[in-house]
């Protein structure tokens, strides 16, 4: 079976930092650009950040740019997150996405069930 | 960057109305346009694809259409299970990102 599976998320305060992890199964991890993408509560979804199959290309959303880092090991078959400075506008659960592509076209087809950051002191 | 605007941002209808969703797009985007679905507690699943391509395994009373700026998501018969919190998203740009703000589809 296709699955992701994040971890790691949890409360932290003001300033600290968190690690999200996202546990990939059933595919070829190493062939697939990876996302993640976060939703404030009762808010609507968010992208963070994109890193190619052989983390050569890596973006960020403006709002979390030089805070935040992703990182993928293809041997683990394990996308990250590491998660600085955080602000009470980062809490949300983070989903990680993989990216499929049909020819010109992509989407993100497989998502994570999520996991929960809050930052409050 | 390229925003995208969907609407309405609620709809309220019946089990077996034809229902329609807009999303634009503030510069054109040719055909790359996804659309999801969300319910509460869940992850977003993927619908449409590529403006008007069904997604394998979803019904097809979805359908997507619509290039350049305009688009539509049109469910043409709702059924219980359909009602959720829909988005519609760019793919145009690199990476695939800004998603519109979500359209609640709530029971009448």
């Known amino acids: 079976e296709v699955q992701l599976v994040e971890s790691g998320g949890g409360l932290v305060k003001p300033g600290g930092s968190l690690r999200l992890s996202c546990a990939a199964s059933?595919?070829?991890?190493?062939?697939?650009?990876m996302n993640w993408v976060r939703q404030a509560p009762g808010k609507g979804l968010e992208w963070v950040s994109s890193?190619?199959?052989?983390?050569?290309?890596?973006y960020y959303a403006d709002s979390v740019k030089g805070r935040f880092t992703i990182s993928r090991d293809n041997a683990k078959n394990s996308l990250y997150l590491q998660m600085n400075s955080l602000r009470a506008e980062d809490t949300a659960v983070y989903y990680c996405?993989?990216?499929?592509?049909?020819?010109?076209?992509?989407?993100?087809?497989?998502w994570g069930q999520g996991t929960m950051v809050t930052v409050s002191s | 960057d390229i925003q995208m605007t969907q609407s309405p941002s609620s709809l309220s209808a019946s089990v077996g109305d034809r229902v329609t969703i807009t999303c634009r797009a503030s510069?054109?985007?040719?055909?790359?346009l996804n659309w999801y679905q969300q319910k509460p507690g869940k992850a977003p699943k993927l619908l449409i694809y590529a403006a008007s391509s069904l997604q394998s395994g979803v019904p097809s009373r979805f359908s997507g259409s619509g290039s350049g700026t305009d688009f539509t998501l049109t469910i043409s018969s709702l059924q219980p299970e359909d009602f959720a919190t829909y988005y519609c998203q760019q793919s145009y740009s690199t990476p695939p990102g800004a998603f519109g703000q979500g359209t609640k589809l709530e029971i009448k």
């Open positions: 890193i190619s199959s052989s983390s050569s290309y890596i």
């Open positions: 510069q054109s985007i040719s055909s790359y």
């Open positions: 059933g595919f070829t991890f190493s062939s697939y650009s």
């Open positions: 996405a993989r990216v499929y592509k049909w020819s010109r076209y992509d989407a993100f087809d497989i």
